[in-house]
């Protein structure tokens, strides 16, 4: 395999460094080398960047508000003549702030980022060309620790240097640095078998794109091609909803070459939603009714008092509490709410 060098710099001090791509316990594995982990937060947050700390801070995904990223950067390996990537895996693990979990967004730089230089403000790091990886959901806070493993193949393909950026976490809360003996770690897969992309488009029945297509690297020759639950999701562009229409192909074969694959969405359906106040055995009295769409939920506030034209109380409401949250379905009842006349 060919030796990769690159060169590394302390304070005042130039060395140049030669590195190995890490082979692992496992044959057709190999462990990308780790540049830098680094933290940068800007914003109403003081701003601030580290390098190689053993611990690595990132907070809320914000131009100007109190904003702050982490950063994992690696160099890929060489491969040896004849193989390809097949997969790629990127561990890590974030130790979660605040006392509940939160949801955090994964990205990929789409463009080299040199993490010595990052000087910490919105312009530069949060406006940075950057592609969605992953959420990633921590179930607990008050330092709660949880490690994740994820699929980033597409993420690295064709690239000599990746750099990924943890960010979107309103608790707060850090990942590992390099020091650390928990450090982020990049798996390779590799393999001599013939691999091809597959395009999955999102299309209507007349075949315009809906939203951006998809390439997925790595679909090894000769095999099937299932798109993923995430692909055959509804998914909504401005105020239409969009659902896989039923005899949509789901699947392609690869055969010798890059495949595309269309999955045809069509206009999901809507259902009506309707919520009354009722006082006692009275005629029930309208208060909303739309059309929803299917799956999708709406929450109905209500009053706990009702009032005649001169303001006088009528009734007071059953419930305990003033709002339902109803989720549109081909079987949703019409709701009732139940109002006591008021002596």
């Known amino acids: 395999m060919a030796r990769l060098t690159y060169v590394g710099f302390m304070p005042c001090i130039g060395i140049a460094v030669s590195v ?47 904003a702050g990223a982490a950063y994992m950067q690696f160099t890929m390996p060489e491969l040896d003549e004849g193989l390809s990537i097949k997969s790629a895996n990127l561990a890590f693990s974030v130790v979660q702030g605040g006392n509940s979990g939160r949801t955090s967004v994964l990205y990929v730089a789409n463009d080299d980022i040199d993490l010595d230089t990052l000087q910490g403000s919105g312009d530069d790091l949060f406006q940075s060309a950057r592609t969605k990886v992953s959420d990633v959901v921590t179930d607990a806070g008050n330092s709660a620790e949880k490690a994740f493993n994820i699929d980033v193949t597409s993420a690295v393909a064709d690239k000599e240097k990746v750099t990924f950026i943890l960010t979107g976490n309103a608790g707060g809360a850090t990942i590992f640095g390099k020091p650390n003996e928990k450090a982020p770690v990049l798996t390779i897969t590799t393999t001599d078998e013939k691999l091809y992309d597959v395009t999955v488009k999102f299309v209507d029945e007349e075949g315009a794109d809906l939203k951006d297509s998809v390439t997925v690297p790595g679909v090894i020759d000769k095999t099937t091609y299932n798109a993923t639950d995430e692909q ?48 006692g055995e009275q005629e029930a009295k309208e208060i909303y009714n739309e059309q929803i769409y299917n799956g999708d939920s709406v929450t109905v506030n209500y009053p706990m008092y009702l009032t005649d034209e001169n303001g006088k109380v009528t009734a007071k409401c059953d419930e305990t509490t003033y709002g339902k949250t109803i989720t549109s379905s081909a079987d949703t009842a019409d709701t009732v709410i139940k109002y006591t006349a008021h002596s």
Do not use: C, R
């Open 20 to 66: 190995e791509p890490t082979p692992t316990d496992n044959p057709g594995q190999i462990t990308a080398t780790l540049e830098h982990t680094a933290h940068s937060q800007w914003g109403s947050n003081e701003v601030q960047h580290t390098l190689d700390n053993d611990t690595e801070y990132f907070n809320n995904d914000s131009k100007d508000a109190w």
């Open 232 to 279: 055959k999701a509804d998914f909504k562009v401005g105020d239409k909803k969009y659902t896989l229409k039923s005899d949509s192909p789901t699947s392609v074969e690869v055969n010798g070459a890059n495949a595309e694959l269309e999955l045809v969405f069509v206009e999901a359906e809507k259902h009506t939603v309707k919520v009354s106040t009722q006082i």
